[in-house]
C-alpha cells in the first residue's frame, strides 16, 4: 500500500459492532464481561481503547512498523521510552533537541539514576567516540530543533546497533511522510502527535511505533502500568488529522522552500537554516533519507540582538507567534525566549541558537500571503 491510501486506510478498519465509516469515538472507561474474564477482549479503557488501538494500527502502518503505543503527550511517549532504560545507563541524545527532551532527561531522570550526554550527531564516526559501557539508547531528533541539523539515521543506527545500543528517532518534525526512520534502521520512532499528524493544531497527543513485537510488547506493558494514556477523542482528532497528512505536508514543504529562499536574499537576515539548501551540511544525507526538505525554517538577523527579533515576532499577522508547529496555519517563534528557554545560554549559543534567532512553521496558506507578512513585519529592522 503506499504512503496516500495508508493515511486514510493503514490499520483501519470499518467498525465492527456497526459498519461505521469512521472509527468511533468510544466515550466508555469499561466493558461489560459475560462471566468473569469472559470478554470482547476489551476489558478497562486504560488497558484496552478501541479508538486508540485504531491510532495505534494506523501510525504502525505510516511508520513501517508492527505496532504504535499512544500516548497524552509527545514527552509521555518519550518519558515511556526512558523507562525501558535502568538506573545507571545512559542517553545519548542529539544536542540541539526539543527543550522538553532534554528536559526530563536532566531534571526528572537523571535524579533517579540515568546520565543523559549531549552531543552533535551530524558526524557519525564523533557519535561513536562517546559510546560507553554504559550508553544503552541514541535519542535522535533529525531535522534538529530549531537549527535544522541532519543526522545520518542509516549511519547512526548502524554504529548503534555495532554495540547492541537501542535507536530511537523523534520524527516529529519530518512525520512519516518525509522519513520513516525504521526503515533506516533505528528500533523506535516517537512523534508529538500535536504537531503534523494531528495537523490542526487543536489535540495534545504523542506516539511511539516499533518493530519488534517485543519492543512493542515492553511499551503496551509501560503504557498500562504508567498509565499516560491520551482520551478518544483525541485519538479521533488525530485519526482525522492523519487522513490528509500528505496533501498538507506536500503544500507546506513548497510553501516552506519559497520562503526559505525569499528569506535567504533579504538584506536584514543574516543566516537562513533550510536542509533544502545546497549549501546546508546536511543537505546530501537529507535528500537521501528524507522524501521533502520539510516546512521549518529558521533565521537570524544581522543585528544579533532579541529586541531585533522581537520587532519581527510581534509584526507578522499571518504567522501567529506562538509555541508549537506542524499545523495547517503559520506560526513564527522565538526559541531562545519560547521552546529552547530551559537550555542554559551557554548551551544555546555552543548550537548556533542565537538571541535573534526566529524558527518558523510553515502552513499551508497561500504562500504570496505569507511572503508578504514577512516582507511587511522586516521593515520594521
Ligand atoms: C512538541 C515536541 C515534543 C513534545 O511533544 P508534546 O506533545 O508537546 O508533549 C517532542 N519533540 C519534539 C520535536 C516536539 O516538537
Redo the contacts with the bound molecule.
Sequence with gaps: MKFATKTIHGGLHPDPSTGAVMTPIYQTSTYAQDAPGVHKGYEYARTQNPTRIALEKNLASLENGVDGICFG????A?DAVLKLLNSGDEVLATSDL?G??YRIITKIYERFGLKGKFISMTDPAEVEKHITPATKLLWI?TPT?PMLNIVDIEAVSKVAKKHGILTCV?N??ASPYLQTPLDLGADIVVH????YLGGHSDT???AVVVKDQALADQLHFIQNASGGIPGPMDCFLVLRGIKTLHLRVARACENAEKIAHYLQGHPKVNKVYWPGFDSHPGHAVAARQMRGFGAMVSFDLHKDEFDEAKKVLSKTHLFTLAE??GGVESLIGHPASMTHASIPKEERLKNGLTDSLIRLSVGVEDVDDLIEDLEKALTFL
Excluded at 508529538?192 to 504537531?195: E, F, L
Design positions: 503527550s509527545g514527552m509521555a518519550m526539543y522538553g527532551s531528533e530543533n523523534d516529529t518534525f508529538s502527535a500535536t504537531k495534545v497527543l504523542g508549537s508547529l
